[in-house]
């Protein structure tokens, strides 16, 4: 590959990842991650404690020979005091060119991770749920609590959804008490 990698942004990789297409294709990458054949080569997440901060550094690369596709992600996350403006986690996405390593794109990892991690939810959901549950409840009102609602009342018609009241103001588009 000649030239800069392409830079993809949160706002752009929010706007591209949709549920409904994101999930089929975790499903079917679950399937190629699970099966004896060895479809992806996925070496456990390599975690470096930063005690001095309470955080972590996680790097995790895969790459998919059927797709030719080689991936890696860092993502660092924080236990943040009370109140504080800082993230807890900060994520980034480096796509390489598989023939040549050559670095091909750096993508915002902060939606992929919060998107990802909800569609696995709504995955394990699908597969899981009893058929009459038609009460979601979120504990906790972060990130998580945002993607995982948005993933789970796409994906499936619940009646009403809870959630406990701490930090309501993260999560503006799930209504207190709603
Ligand atoms: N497996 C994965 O790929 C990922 C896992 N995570 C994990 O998911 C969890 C949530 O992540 P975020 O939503 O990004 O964090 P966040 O900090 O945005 O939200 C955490 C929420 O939990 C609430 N909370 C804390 N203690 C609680 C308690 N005892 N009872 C009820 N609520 C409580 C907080 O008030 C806050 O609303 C973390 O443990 C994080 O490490 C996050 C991203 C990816
Ligand atoms: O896999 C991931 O992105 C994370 N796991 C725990 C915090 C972030």
Known sequence: MSGLPVLIGGSEVDELLRY????????AALGQFSSR?????????????LEKYSGYLGVMP?????????????VSFYQRGEGSSMPNHQATVLLLDPERGALQAVLDGKAITDKRTAAVSAIATKLLKPARADVLCL??????????????????PFKEVRRDGRRAARTSAVAPGA
């Open 20 to 27: 409904q297409d994101l999930v089929p294709r975790l499903e």
């Open 37 to 49: 054949t060895g479809e992806v080569v996925q070496p456990v997440r390599t975690i470096l404690p």
């Open 62 to 74: 895969a790459y998919i020979p059927q797709d030719d596709v080689l991936a890696t992600k860092m």
């Open 139 to 156: 504990l906790g009102a972060g990130d998580q609590a945002l993607s995982h609602y948005e993933a789970l009342t796409q994906m499936f």
